[in-house]
């Protein structure tokens, strides 16, 4: 009877044995609702490509290509000229993709652009008045060298190319919260009156043939024009009549200063095209073109030095100043061997320097 008893008790203890040896010792109770850690990861990631794909596959779907036409104001001429072209255009925002071709397409030299450091922040057209409302993350003007004529060139640029491709009549730009008035003073009705009438449509051929002004407030002024001869490393000046237009002396000296008199001295040609200009107290900047460093590629230290003193002799003496800062577009001048800090002037001290007389 014990034995039988003893048999029992062993054969019950060693099931148990059995069994909890058989038992899993690292699953999670049944009953928990976290998974493991790495299969969070694995689903954020899965989620994560889902959302990038859908997003890839919106902007896709969201890009489209217009005909647009772009205005431009002539920065030599004072004229406004119009191009067609295709862009893309995200998301139906119409009004940033025409922004960005103003800052970044340029069809020619003279044409001014809108600066870069500025973007659309929204625009809105009200159906009840009809005027669209265009804000600009800031003040375009601060970041700009623009005189009178140039910053209302620019606002016709802008507001020509809004209401031609939105076809509105009424624009008021603000920067920010403020409204602009440009050189307006106060703006009564609130916003612009948009007329492109006058522009003209640009091409390469018909610009380069018509090489008259389309203003009439032409005048004629006494100036100095310099010149620099790198065979004798002298500078010379020549008194002269030029026209001014509108009363853009910058222009019009640095028109006249392609005229060179003698073939030995300095041409500038094309690469020379003004973008802007501004007098500031005693302090005149100028910005040319980055066509400008073109003609660098075939000068040395000495008369890279000496094409900036040219310049700025010539502006000095004629706004009767003696700080000349030249930019290329809108930055500090970076040439091949000359680099400027930001407000650095042109030195124009100079003594090899004559009168010119022709014989």
């Known amino acids: ?52 794909n859908n ?27 119009y191009v067609d072209k295709e862009i893309e255009v995200t998301d139906n925002a119409i009004i940033k993709s025409l922004t960005n071709e103003l800052q970044n397409y340029t069809p020619n030299d003279n044409f001014l652009n809108l600066t870069d450091k500025v973007e659309i922040t929204s625009s809105a057209l009200d159906e009840s008045t009809g005027v669209l409302k265009v804000v600009f993350s800031s ?12 910053e209302g060139g620019l606002l ?50 018909s610009y380069n043939a018509d090489d008259t002004s389309t203003s009439t407030n032409v005048k004629n002024m006494n100036c100095r024009i310099y010149y620099y001869n790198a065979s004798d490393d002298m500078y010379y000046y020549q008194d002269k009549s030029i026209e001014v237009v509108d009363s853009a002396l910058v222009t019009s000296l640095t028109k006249e200063l392609k005229n060179i008199p003698n073939n030995n001295f300095l041409n500038y040609g094309d690469n020379l095209a003004v973008r802007s200009a501004k007098l500031n107290n005693d302090i005149l900047t100028v910005d040319l073109s980055p066509s400008y460093y ?17 310049l700025a002799l010539t502006y000095s003496y004629n706004y009767g100043i003696n700080k000349v800062i030249i930019v290329i ?31």
Not at 27 to 47: G, L
Not at 65 to 77: E, G, I, N, Q
Request: aromatic share 12%; net charge neutral.
């Open 329 to 359: 577009d809108g930055k500090p001048y970076s040439g091949s061997h000359l680099m400027f800090n930001e407000n650095e002037y042109i030195d124009i001290n100079v003594s090899n320097i004559k009168e010119y007389k022709q014989s």
């Open 1 to 52: 009877m014990k034995r039988k008893i003893f048999l029992l008790l062993f054969s019950l203890i060693f099931s148990f044995i059995l069994v909890s040896c058989n038992k899993p010792k690292d699953n999670p109770p049944s009953n928990s609702t976290n998974p493991p850690k790495e299969n969070i990861e694995e689903e954020n990631n899965t989620n994560e490509n889902e959302s990038n």
């Open 156 to 205: 016709s640029s802008l507001l020509s190319t809004y209401g031609y491709n939105l076809n509105v009549d009424k624009i008021a730009i603000y920067f920010g919260d403020e409204l602009y008035t440009s050189l307006r003073g106060d703006l009564p009705k609130g916003y612009f009156d948009v007329n492109y009438n006058s522009a003209t449509k640009y091409s390469k051929e």
């Open 55 to 81: 997003n890839n596959n919106n902007n896709n779907n969201n890009v489209s290509k217009k005909t647009v036409r772009l205005f431009y104001f002539d920065t030599v001429k004072y004229g406004l000229y």
């Open 139 to 150: 003040s375009y003007t601060d970041k700009m060298l623009l005189g009178s004529s140039t």
């Open 294 to 310: 073109n003609m660098l590629r075939s000068l040395g230290s000495g008369p890279e030095a000496s094409a900036l003193k040219t």
